[in-house]
C-alpha cells in the first residue's frame, strides 16, 4: 500500500522518529448483523477496514473514504463508537508511528463487497460468531461498535 505524500514529506523531515498519526476505523455491519472485515495485503491478517486522515480531511468523511476505496461498499456513519490511542508501533523500514483511531458504527448503502485496492488480499462479511481471527485492538473496537450504545467508549482518567 501506497506511503501518502504528506507522510513521505514528513519522513524526509523527521526520519524514522515517532509520528503522532489520526487514524478512522469503519466498523461496517448489515441488515443481517454480519461485519465486514478486509484481509490486509501488508499483513495477511483480516481486520476493520480502516485508513489515514488526509491533512484537513474530517474523520467521518475519511472513513467514508476508506471503506470505499478499500471495499466498493458505500457506507453510512451511525455513530463514532469508540476513541483510543495505540501502542506505538514500527514498521520493517524503521519508520515509527502511533496512532489516535477514531472508530465509527457503520452501515453499507450501497455496493458489493470486493477488493477494490492493492491494499486488501480479500474482503468479507462474517457473523460476529465466525471471524477469522482479529488482534486485540481489533477485536476491542468491534465490541465496542456492537454494544448498543450511544456513547462512544474512551479510556477514562
Known amino acids: 500500500m501506497p506511503t501518502p505524500e504528506f507522510i513521505l514529506a514528513l519522513r524526509e523531515q523527521v526520519g524514522h522518529d515517532l509520528l503522532w498519526l489520526t487514524g478512522v476505523t469503519a466498523v461496517i455491519v448489515d441488515d443481517e448483523g454480519r461485519v465486514l472485515l478486509g484481509q490486509r495485503s501488508d499483513t495477511g491478517r483480516w481486520a476493520l477496514i480502516s485508513g489515514i486522515l488526509e491533512p484537513g480531511e474530517q474523520p467521518a468523511v ?24 495505540g501502542p506505538p508501533a ?68
Open 62 to 85: 475519511a472513513v467514508v473514504r476508506e471503506a470505499f476505496e478499500e471495499t466498493g461498499v458505500h457506507i453510512e456513519v451511525e455513530r463514532i463508537s469508540s476513541v483510543v490511542t
Open 90 to 157: 514500527a514498521y520493517p523500514n524503521g519508520d515509527r508511528v502511533q496512532f489516535m483511531d477514531v472508530a465509527f458504527r457503520c452501515r453499507p448503502v450501497s455496493g458489493e463487497a470486493r477488493v477494490n485496492d492493492d491494499e486488501s488480499l480479500a474482503v468479507g462479511w462474517f457473523a460476529p460468531d465466525e471471524l477469522p481471527p482479529l488482534d486485540d485492538e481489533q477485536q476491542e473496537r468491534l465490541l465496542q461498535a456492537l454494544k448498543d450504545e450511544p456513547a462512544a467508549y474512551f479510556v477514562r482518567p
